[in-house]
């Protein structure tokens, strides 16, 4: 019997893939920013309104006072809060006193004696009229999410284009993301047709075993999908696309929301917004130093204080070159006061002989008004005391009155009080309120001008003398970390009492640490002082 005759093989499918339509590539690039689009919109929304279930609330930014780091149609979330303390130097939301029925969201830069809040705005150059009482604040600044509230601010000024506008980029962007779905549907449905070649002929004898070969040849490997990744795993596929516009879209959220943190500051006065372009440094020159050592040197045999106002008035560590001095008498580069420096560094005096002076050897007149600012650390064993900061003639090593002068200093005495004291035909001390040798970071502030003599302690006003607006008429240079206080013991409490006679000298110098050390030839406002501390 002759064979039944085997239709001859149809030819084997190319296992190449063909080229990519264009079209494919460009909805699979429409649907991914789409998809990005909403993520970010719907994720700006949640980070609105899931904290309202913890208690915060949200609230529109409608004007520019708080400009440039809070902006209009911005949403601040506001806890609440009613302890004048944390709130000062804070964004605190409030009713206006002076527009019923309003709500406003400024910087609290003062607490009055009668507990009252004296608030500003940070664009504008002086603060609110009417100061608000601690009942009248709706929350303390939490969290700053950025434009979600500009439509609200569109429908109240009829920029009905910009709202449209809106609401056409979120149907364009569902439209990309539904037509880039049905594509993907379309690609995990199973083939049905019939392979190449037609139906198997009846009656055909069909080879028995297919070499491996044959085998590849009737599966033809491709790269995956669209992306060529996962074509034959279309549902995979999926998953890593939406994957990564997940990923894409949450690191978009966080763009918003990182502008947040409460603590930053504008040329134009005192802001709370922590962001990473505005520290203390930035605000310190900002008011306009004479001099500005912020005593970050790191190296042992290092001899100047750098100046970081600009004015090239550097200091000097005296006997940084002397054998053994540099490890004798100052040890840098220890942790600092500030926490928006990074690295944050200080230098802690370890010597009797230890003193940073003005490196210039030529005597300056004393500013007629003065702001001197230092921040100073003391163990809570140290019952020495000793000079923090002043102004001297002469430039090294300390003199009687009839020599040499010293006063518009900051010193502290043996029970770890601080003092700022200036001298006016008389001595004119005002006192800290508490002992601050507590092994804690403090910065002492004193001032003399036409407000009077005061001393701020961590940026709140710890005690004044408003009757005497002067200090005495002389010559010296800028110190830190040592000086004589001869003279100065009337009002010294505890132990090392440099006692009264101005006939002898009473070198007293500090034996602590010391970082950011500047001096203004102006009396400084108080709310200036209070977010000096505030910013660091």
């Known amino acids: 019997m002759a064979p039944v005759p085997v239709p001859a093989a149809a030819p084997a499918p190319s296992t190449q893939p063909g080229p990519e339509p264009a079209y494919g590539r460009g909805r699979l690039l429409a649907g991914l920013l789409g998809r ?17 279930f913890f208690g915060w609330r949200p609230y529109v930014v409608e004007s520019g006072s708080m400009a440039p780091r809070i902006k209009v149609g911005d949403v601040v979330l506001a806890a609440p809060e ?12 409030f009713d206006d006193p002076d527009h019923p029925g309003r709500v406003k969201s400024h910087r609290v830069v003062k607490v009055n004696t009668d507990g009252t809040l004296v608030t500003k705005g940070d664009a504008n150059p002086t603060a609110d009229s009417s100061p608000v009482q601690v009942s009248a604040v709706r929350g303390l600044g939490r969290l700053l999410v950025r434009w979600v509230g500009l439509p609200l601010i ?3 000024l009829g920029q009905w284009f910009k709202l449209l506008g809106l609401l056409a980029s979120l149907l364009l962007a569902g439209l990309a993301v539904a037509r880039d779905h049905e594509e993907d549907e379309a690609a995990a449905e199973p083939d049905d047709r019939p392979p190449p070649g037609g139906l198997p002929v009846t009656g055909a004898v069909a080879p028995s075993a297919a ?29 890593a696309v939406r994957l ?16 947040a943190a409460f603590a930053a500051t504008t040329t134009n006065g005192t802001e709370t917004w922590s962001v990473p372009n505005w520290d203390y440094t930035t605000q310190v020159n900002a008011l306009g130093p004479y001099l500005y050592w912020k005593l970050d040197e790191t190296g042992t045999l290092t001899t100047t204080a ?9 200091g000097q560590y005296n006997g940084a070159l002397t054998p053994n001095a540099a490890t004798t ?20 005096l370890n010597s009797p002989n230890s003193c940073i002076n003005t490196t210039s050897t030529t005597l300056v007149t004393a500013p007629t008004e003065a702001t001197v600012v230092i921040w100073f650390k003391a163990p809570s064993t140290y019952t020495a005391g000793g000079k923090l900061a002043g102004f001297e003639k002469p430039r090294v090593g300390v003199a009687v009155p009839s020599t040499g002068t010293y006063d518009r200093h900051l010193y502290m005495d043996g029970s770890g009080r601080v003092w700022f004291g200036v001298y006016n035909g008389g001595y004119v001390t005002v006192e800290s309120s508490a002992a601050l040798n507590d092994g804690a970071w403090h910065m002492a502030v004193g001032t003399v001008g036409a407000a009077g003599t005061k001393l701020y302690i961590d940026g709140v006003l710890n005690a004044s003398n408003t009757t005497n607006t002067a200090a ?7 110190r830190a970390g040592c000086g004589n206080l001869g003279g100065w013991g009337g009002s010294w409490t505890g132990a090392n009492n440099p006692g009264t006679n101005t006939g002898v000298t009473a070198d007293r110098p500090f034996q602590g640490s010391l970082d950011e050390f500047t001096v203004y030839t102006a009396q400084l406002a108080d709310s200036d002082i209070a977010f000096l501390y505030w910013i660091r």
């Open 36 to 52: 990005t689009w909403l993520w970010f919109f719907v994720g700006c929304l949640l980070v609105t309104f899931v904290p309202m």
């Open 82 to 93: 009613h302890d004048a303390q944390r709130l000062l130097g804070r964004v605190a939301v």
């Open 154 to 156: 569109w429908v109240s």
């Open 211 to 239: 070499t491996p070969t044959q085998i590849a040849a009737s599966r033809p490997f491709r790269l995956p999908g669209r992306l060529g990744l996962f074509a034959a795993r279309p549902r995979l596929a999926q998953f």
């Open 244 to 259: 990564v516009v997940v990923a894409l879209g949450a690191s978009m959220l966080i763009l918003p929301t990182t502008f």
């Open 306 to 314: 750098a100046d970081s106002s600009g004015n090239g008035r550097t």
């Open 329 to 348: 008498y100052f040890t840098r580069g220890v942790a600092g006061a500030m926490v928006t420096d990074t690295p944050s560094s200080a230098v802690t």
């Open 472 to 478: 005495e008429a002389s010559t010296g240079v800028w």
